[in-house]
């Protein structure tokens, strides 16, 4: 994968996102569409430590 191997030579993490249910997420049933955009400002406010 160059883009990982590529950030990884400039120090950078990159991060992605699977809606529940796609990918290899979890289906989270009673959910709609919209409901993920919390999910995303979360990941994106989110402090971690590495």
Do not use: F, K
Not at 2 to 19: E, H
Not at 37 to 50: E, G, H, P, W, Y
Request: with cysteine; proline share 8%; charged share 25%.
């Amino acid at each position: 994968m160059p883009n990982v191997t590529d950030a990884a030579d400039r120090s950078l993490r990159l991060i992605s996102y699977d809606r529940p249910g796609y990918g290899g997420s979890t289906p989270q049933p009673g959910r709609i569409i919209a409901d993920c955009a919390s999910d995303v400002r979360a990941i994106c406010t989110a402090r971690t430590r590495v």
